[in-house]
Nanobody, 118 residues
């Protein structure tokens, strides 16, 4: 089992910044991927950004150039720096963990609300 604890959500005006953190604990496999997905009301969950333990990143086109994912492998923690926030970024942001080798099983955090006002 892997536990994910998120922090850093909140309310911010358009153009502002927020930083999300997610700390993983439990049965952490060294070769893993961590990151963030989000779900807005009435919409499907979508990828925001992920980063492997080896440093490879993947971003949604909608956040490229505005969001930056980083991680501290020693702390099993992943961060999401969100700049130039837009109202359409409003969503519940969920932390994600998975192994990059089989067997794979996704773990999710409880989510943190990000609200961007116009």
């Amino acid at each position: 089992q892997v536990q994910l604890v998120e922090s850093g959500g909140g309310l911010v005006q358009a153009g502002g910044s927020l930083r999300l953190s997610c700390a993983a604990s439990g049965s952490i496999f060294s070769l893993n991927v961590m990151g963030w997905y989000r779900q807005a009301p009435g919409k499907q969950r979508e990828l925001v950004a992920t980063m492997t333990s080896g440093g490879s990143t993947n971003y949604a086109d909608s956040v490229k150039g505005r969001f930056t994912i980083s991680r501290d492998n020693a702390k099993n923690t992943v961060y999401l720096q969100m700049n130039s926030l837009k109202p359409e970024d409003t969503a519940v942001y969920c932390c994600y963990y998975n192994r990059v080798v089989v067997p794979r099983f996704a773990f999710w955090g409880q989510g943190t609300q990000v609200t961007v006002s116009s």
